[in-house]
């Protein structure tokens, strides 16, 4: 059986792939660690088009019965280091964003009681004011 058109399309897929993430990083929409992350996939995925052999390989290595089977576990261990990274980031950037919003919090206080102050100055300087033009 003639396997080539399959991995022709898979290696331009992973191809395609690459070409996405590059270009998502060049344009910063995702970071160059995230970039990293998703090239990693993209590399084995070309790698395992060019040598559909490799998956045969590497199950006899892990002594499985069916191939496709490494292919999967390899897929998500990939997947799940990808969203572990995504998790981290995401707590990280919620307690900034609890640090933030308490700092917003402190400083329209402080401003509020800022513009409290400035009026009780203006209030006491006006009748002052009145009172040196009216000798």
């Known amino acids: 059986m003639n396997y080539l058109p399959v991995q022709i399309t898979i290696i331009i897929l992973g191809f395609l792939l690459l070409v996405f993430v590059i270009r998502a990083a060049i344009q910063k929409k995702i970071t160059e660690h995230h970039a990293i992350l998703w090239l990693i996939p993209c ?3 070309i790698i395992g088009g060019c040598f559909p052999q490799l998956t045969y390989t590497l199950s006899a290595f892990f002594n499985t019965e069916y191939p496709p089977a490494i292919i999967f576990a390899v ?3 990939l ?7 995504c998790f981290k980031l995401l707590s990280v950037l919620l307690m900034k964003n609890k640090e933030l919003a308490s700092n917003t919090a402190i400083l329209e206080k402080q401003v509020e009681e800022l513009k409290k102050e400035l009026q009780q100055i203006k209030s006491v300087q006006k009748p002052e004011q009145e009172n040196r033009q009216n000798p």
Do not use: D, H, K, V
């Open 43 to 45: 590399i084995i995925i």
């Open 75 to 77: 897929a998500i261990i």
């Open 79 to 85: 997947l799940y280091i990808i969203l572990f990274q």
